[in-house]
């Protein structure tokens, strides 16, 4: 029975003690199984799965009636049944207790278990901070782990973007101010990124479940100028890959993908990062695999591998995927072959975007735990549809085919046009219960894009839907199951108020 129905009895015990029997049973006085019990709880919290059950015990049984004919004699009744009672009890650990563990219920989370912060300080003791051995390892594995040869460090996902582009344009001969295929719902670094490397970033919109270029509107696009498509696997969703591959082939354009939000995402079995000649990541704090800061290009090219090497140190001529003289017991043997120590010479404009020893060792130790962070991710996600079903009418939950293999970097959410609220409405409602929320990747809208390209946002339906409507709260691998009840009790209650529920 309900815990304020006994409190209840107990207070008219004390104030009718003379009345009371010598002993008195209080309970509902209704025989319920242990299934009952389970069905209860389930209709409650929204649970859709199903039960298992320890077969050794006699999970359908009833149990043995208590006998309450003395509580009904003395005059007192249960006012809550099992259900309102489990739903008021639920309705009280999500507002009071589920958010105790942290302050804030934040978008991101950086992971690094006993064996990395042990690793972090041999690096200290070994005196080597700059790139090295630890760098190296992290690259192979990471491009191994993306179906990808080779992996080349630098020290953020947009210059991992900006070399990548740069690398493709040296080799395939792009001119200035060719064209790039970009998504008109991003990050603006992967615009950015083109107008870095001198290229023309083309928007196209994007399709209005998944958030992600929409491949039936890449060919109007295309011209005489088009070199590649970015397709951007947002919010950690791959894009459809399959129609842009073959646009790409048609059109002989290049695909270089932006994995930032993306790591080991999959399209119909195969990896993100694997269809095209390049692909960028992103290793930021707030990323699903992280190293501080940092990004990566991976890529099965040699001479992308080589050029993209030589960028990231200023356009030096050396480019070994592994370098000798990272090793302070060996000697580079090419250094002395040229009357300029290779080292230190420069065969193209180049930039400062390396990483250090510190960066290569919590990315091991993040690749070390991905399973733990990806399967956390994709739980927490998973639990938050299950349990916000009912706000469908009002907000617009993720959606993806049975063919993806979704990553979650964040949970996006959409207020629908027709909502009685905006989404101002519904983010300073639950910033105000700490829960962090940001808005889905604004793009067109940008005070520096309308500079630039003029008040384009509304020839991109979609993206313009999104600019005003869209927003996104975390579910990452640090959020126990009280904190997504807080998220689900605030959004309820958020709907509650306005009598919309």
């Known amino acids: 029975m309900y815990t304020g129905d006994l409190a209840d009895c107990i207070w008219q015990a004390v104030e009718r003690f003379d009345e009371l029997p010598d002993l008195m049973n209080v309970g509902l006085g209704v025989d319920y199984s242990v299934n009952d019990y389970y069905d209860v709880i389930a209709k409650v919290v929204g649970f859709k799965g199903k039960f298992t059950h320890d077969l050794s015990k006699p999970t359908g ?14 005059g007192w009744r249960p006012k809550t049944t099992l259900e309102d009672g489990i739903r008021q009890t639920v309705d009280f650990y999500r507002k009071h207790v589920g958010s105790q563990k942290q302050n804030k219920i934040g978008i991101g989370w950086a992971f690094i278990s006993d064996k990395g912060r042990q690793r972090v300080q041999e690096i200290l003791e070994a ?37 990548g582009l740069e690398a493709m344009k040296e080799k395939f001969n792009w001119q200035p101010k060719s064209k790039v295929l970009v998504p008109a719902v991003t990050f603006i670094a992967s615009s950015n990124s083109c107008l870095h490397a001198g290229l023309e970033p083309v928007f196209v ?16 696009k295309i011209d005489k100028d088009t070199v590649a498509i970015m397709p951007v696997h947002l919010f950690g969703q791959p894009c459809d890959m399959e129609p842009i591959v073959d646009i790409a082939k048609r059109h002989n354009l290049k695909i270089i993908e932006d994995c930032a939000e993306a790591h080991f995402a999959k399209y119909k079995g195969k990896t993100v990062g694997s269809f095209g000649e390049v692909a960028c990541f992103s290793t930021y704090v707030a990323h699903t695999i992280t190293t501080g800061v940092g990004g990566l290009v991976t890529t099965n090219d040699r001479e992308l591998m080589e050029i993209s ?12 995927e592994k370098c000798v003289a990272s090793d302070p017991t060996k000697v580079c043997p090419l250094r002395t072959q ?15 975007y390396r990483i250090g020893e510190f960066e290569g060792v919590i990315g091991l130790d993040q690749l070390e735990n991905k399973d733990f962070i990806m399967n956390t991710r994709k739980a927490n996600a998973h639990y938050l549809t299950e349990n916000l079903q009912d706000v ?110």
């Not at 994007?206 to 039936?216: Q, S």
Request: glycine share 4%; hydrophobic share 35%; aromatic share 12%.
């Open 392 to 501: 469908q009418d009002y907000l617009q939950l993720p959606w993806y085919p049975d063919y993806i293999e979704h990553s979650f970097m964040m949970y996006p959410l959409i207020v629908r046009k027709d909502a009685p609220f905006t989404r101002r409405d519904v983010t300073q409602w639950l910033e105000k219960n700490n829960i962090e929320t940001r808005p889905m990747m604004p793009l067109l809208n940008q005070p520096i894009y309308k500079k630039l390209f003029g008040d384009i946002e509304k020839d991109y339906p979609v993206a313009q839907w999104i600019n005003h409507y869209g927003f996104y709260v975390g579910c990452h691998h640090d959020l126990e199951r009280g904190q997504l009840d807080k998220i689900i009790y605030s959004i309820h209650e958020f709907l509650k108020e306005r009598k919309l529920e």
């Open 205 to 220: 919109d994007v399709d209005a479940r998944t958030y992600n270029i929409n491949p039936a509107l890449i060919e109007e």
């Open 127 to 163: 005196n080597r901070l700059s790139q090295g051995s630890m760098v190296y390892k992290f690259e192979k594995e990471f491009a191994k782990l993306h179906e990808q040869r080779y992996g080349i460090a630098l020290n953020s996902g947009t210059s991992a973007l900006h070399v």
């Open 61 to 74: 049984m009833k149990r043995k009636l208590t006998d309450v004919s003395r509580m009904l004699k003395f």
């Open 338 to 352: 040229t009357e300029m120590d290779k080292r230190f010479m420069f065969i193209r404009l180049g930039y400062s």
């Open 309 to 320: 090497r030589s960028l990231l140190a200023h356009g030096r001529a050396c480019t070994c």
